[in-house]
């Protein structure tokens, strides 16, 4: 199997327990790169791995830190025992042994199945890709004739296929197991604080009945049916087009608002009061506002003097095309004040866009050094 095969399998298999990623929120502006000074030394694939796993470990802390302080989490109340039992009794209901496994079989099982067939060799596309053959005329192939092209090209592939199924499904369904204790938990927790001891007492009644017991052994597992599934999917163009349509409305609503503030924008009465609230000198955030300021107003002025050259060599492109090109294009013969009109712009030019690279490099060097204090690595 090549690496690429395989890497698209994990993928896969990563895609059933995925949780959406944690939102980036940017911290300071503008952001700086971060540049290695030296070649960093060849990691071993056990340090690679430690490093990979020690970076998400930090993200999800993080995450962990955002999502308590955005719902409060980590500030509410301890639940009275007796209402934790009779909720962890409801969820125990809810979420057997398996019923994570259940689901994503349901949804993913035959899904898992046709993606091995897509990269396994009998899509129009691979067949196409490997063949070199329009994928049009490949559509036009039966079932049974597919399937012998690409044991052409791969005799063992049911038996890769059967080898990977039986060694990747094992891995999911033991993190799927291992996933089910936690969500239990979780959702123990919410249930004690949102429903009575006397509500938890006849929900547990009703799942200990055959209809109760049905339900809750189905309820999750039906939530990835294919009918549900294709119900869902069936539902986005017309979400999209209610947003598409809405889209003028709202920009309309939204675009009076006055802009978020920056440091640049300022005045010295708004850098003092600032300076009080965070407990710094105010003239710290003079120095930076300055320095952004002078970052921006030398990128402007690049930007404009690479403009006028663009728009300069245009007219010569332009003129040249229409054969009016001719001596009075060469600089000998200007005046020397045109002459020195035009040295004097192409100076400054030349100048302002040496400013805004040093500006942007003490933005740079201030960043290296403010990060590398708080140990930031130049990996991040």
């Known amino acids: 199997m090549t690496m690429t095969k395989m890497k698209l399998l994990l993928l896969a298999g990563a895609a059933v327990v995925a949780a959406p990623p944690a939102l980036a929120m940017q911290k300071e502006a503008p952001q700086a790169e971060i540049l290695a000074t030296d070649a960093p030394a060849e990691l071993s ?44 009794k409801t969820t125990g ?17 035959k899904l898992f199945r046709g993606f091995l067939g897509e990269f396994g060799g009998v899509s129009d596309l691979m067949l196409s890709y490997k063949t070199g053959v329009e994928s049009e005329k490949i559509a036009a192939l039966d079932d049974a004739t ?22 990747v499904k094992p891995i999911m369904s033991e993190v799927l197991r291992d996933l089910e204790v936690p969500m239990r938990d979780g959702m123990a927790a919410a249930f004690a604080r949102k429903f009575s001891a006397d509500q938890l007492t006849q929900m547990n009644a009703f799942f200990a009945t055959p209809a109760g017991s049905a339900y809750a052994n189905e309820w999750m597992a ?7 599934m294709l119900a869902i999917i069936r539902s986005v163009p017309p979400m999209i087009d209610k947003w ?128 590398a204090k708080e140990g930031a690595s130049p990996s991040e």
């Open 93 to 109: 209901a809810l979420v057997p042994t398996g019923s994570l496994e259940k689901m994503m079989d349901n949804l993913y099982g």
């Open 146 to 167: 597919r399937e012998k092209i690409a044991d052409i090209f791969d005799p063992q592939r049911k038996a890769r296929e059967e080898q990977i199924m039986a060694n």
């Open 222 to 228: 039906l939530q990835a049916d294919p009918e549900v």
């Open 45 to 88: 694939s056990e340090q690679m791995a430690a490093q990979a796993k020690a970076k998400m470990q930090k993200e999800i802390d993080e995450a962990i830190k955002l999502i308590e302080k955005i719902y409060g989490v980590d500030q509410l109340p301890a639940i009275p025992p007796a209402q934790l039992t009779l909720a962890k």
């Open 244 to 371: 598409v349509d809405r889209a003028p409305e709202l920009e309309g609503k939204f675009k009076d608002l006055p802009k978020e503030k920056q440091l640049t924008d300022l005045s010295d009465a708004e850098l003092t009061k600032l300076a009080g609230l965070l407990q710094v000198d105010v003239q710290t955030l003079k120095d930076q506002r300055d320095l952004y300021k002078s970052v921006d107003d030398a990128a402007m002025e690049a930007t404009d003097a690479a403009e006028a050259a663009i728009a300069a060599g245009e007219a010569s492109d332009a003129a040249m095309a229409e054969g009016d090109y001719g001596p009075w294009y060469e600089r000998e013969n200007w005046s020397a004040e045109d002459l020195a009109k035009v040295e004097a712009i192409e100076a400054e030019s030349n100048e302002i866009f040496g400013r805004s690279m040093e500006a942007q490099q003490a933005a740079i060097d201030n960043a290296r050094k403010r990060l």
